[in-house]
């Protein structure tokens, strides 16, 4: 049989590559007969890892991480009807099992049946089921008919991988954001965050046909990225507040629609850059939303957060300006984003050059021993999106 190697969650800031065991059909002591064995092509490190690996989460020690994976198949469940082995699939983070009501109305990113804490399940993720993560070479992925996407050519997939290996979660995640806060043609849209899923959100916005993208980040490196296909950019180190800089830009100090793409580890703007104000983002994008208007809500926020500055944010209380949305008729969208939603559709906007969206997430391949030194990099605000190449088929690829 073959071996298997993960990235392990060690404690805050450490992770390690480390010899795991090789995935079973199996879930507990049941036959997973629904399920997959994929051999990993591509997994990618995520800003929500970048949470559970500087310790604001409560991840426990040992957890292999990942939940942005593409594969192939090597081995499937005699229920598994659909899907062949040697099939290149994409693997959406949400695991869901297909039968609950949640998931017949859509709503994969809270399946019912595969977490016993709460709804909704993602691979190597705190309190998301505790399934096995995929940031590795081998890993198991249940009712498989239901969840994988398979890649209709297998030597276009290949062509493609850096682009495609993004419909795991962040392009989706950034277009569900753009889709919930109301961007389409000639919208003015503020996105929060120059991160990879910021970028990933302008990128989608550009594609739904606003008329204006703004990004806001403390990163001079993400900004210029955002910069590289074609969004304004506000530098929020700047003095002057994100309404004069938006004034400065469109002439009026508001916009159509904004989207949180930052979460709970929000930075100050300004004076306060440096120090962790949770619900920055969020107040700011209430201020400069137009009445009426919508606000997108990607960006996770968390139930338990270890590091937070104190009592109320430790269980995810914020000090949010509610009033102020309501007095401007805002509507909230929040969430993680139901992948399968959005992701067939956004697979064909690659395969037929509709969008080149590794390109604006500057998608970096590495292999897999070099993902703790992706951590750190990402930690230092790289304007990359790591993907990480267990078996070297990427670089073969290119």
């Known amino acids: 049989m073959a071996g298997n190697r993960g990235v392990v969650y060690l404690g805050p800031g450490k992770v390690e ?8 059909l199996a879930l507990g002591p049941r036959k997973c007969e629904h399920g997959v064995i994929l051999k990993i092509l591509s997994t990618n490190i995520c800003g929500s890892d970048q949470h559970m690996v500087r ?3 409560t991840a426990p020690a040992g957890l292999v991480l990942g939940h942005e994976i593409t594969g192939q198949i090597v081995e499937k469940g005699r229920d598994v009807e659909f899907l ?12 869901a099992c297909g039968r609950c009501r949640n998931c017949k109305e859509g709503r994969t ?5 595969v977490n016993p804490s709460r709804p909704g399940a993602a691979y190597g993720y705190v309190d998301m089921g505790g399934w096995v993560g995929g940031q590795a070479e081998y890993v198991m992925c249940p009712y498989a008919d239901f969840n994988l996407l398979k890649f209709p050519d297998r030597d276009q997939a290949m062509a493609k991988i850096r682009d495609l290996t993004l419909l795991s979660d962040i392009f989706p995640t950034g277009y569900h954001g753009a889709v919930t806060a109301g961007v389409g043609p000639g919208s003015i849209v503020y996105v929060a965050g120059a991160g990879p899923v910021g970028l990933a959100c302008a990128a989608s916005c550009h594609l739904l046909g606003a008329a204006v993208v703004i990004v ?3 990163i001079d490196e993400r900004l210029a990225q955002a910069r590289s296909f074609g969004c304004q950019s506000v530098d929020l180190k700047q003095q002057a507040t994100l309404a004069e800089q938006i004034e400065q830009i469109l002439g009026v100090p508001e916009v159509d629609c904004a989207v949180d793409c930052v979460g709970f580890e929000a930075r100050g703007h300004g004076a306060e850059s440096g120090t962790e104000r949770p619900a920055t983002v969020l107040n700011s994008i209430m201020d400069i939303t137009r009445a009426g208007g919508a606000l997108g809500i990607p960006g996770l926020y968390v139930t338990g957060d270890p590091g937070a500055a104190d009592d109320a944010a430790k269980i995810g209380q914020l000090g949010i300006r509610i009033g102020l949305g309501w007095a401007k008729s805002h509507s909230l ?18 395969l037929y050059d509709k969008i080149q969206i590794a390109k604006a997430v500057n998608a970096t391949v590495i292999t897999l ?3 703790p030194q992706g951590y750190e990099d990402f930690d230092k605000g790289a304007a990359k999106k790591f993907v990480l190449d267990p078996h070297g088929m990427l670089a073969a690829a290119a």
Do not use: W
Not at 17 to 24: A, L, W
Not at 84 to 95: K, L
Not at 109 to 113: A, R, V
């Open 17 to 24: 590559v480390q010899s795991i065991d090789y995935p079973k």
């Open 55 to 57: 310790g604001r989460t």
């Open 84 to 95: 062949s082995e040697g099939d290149i699939v994409s693997v959406p983070f949400n695991i």
């Open 109 to 113: 990113g809270i399946c019912l049946n």
């Open 216 to 218: 806001g980040d403390l």
């Open 333 to 350: 969208h929040t969430g993680q984003c139901p992948v399968m939603k959005y992701h067939r559709q956004l697979m064909n906007c690659i």
């Open 369 to 371: 021993d070099e993902a």
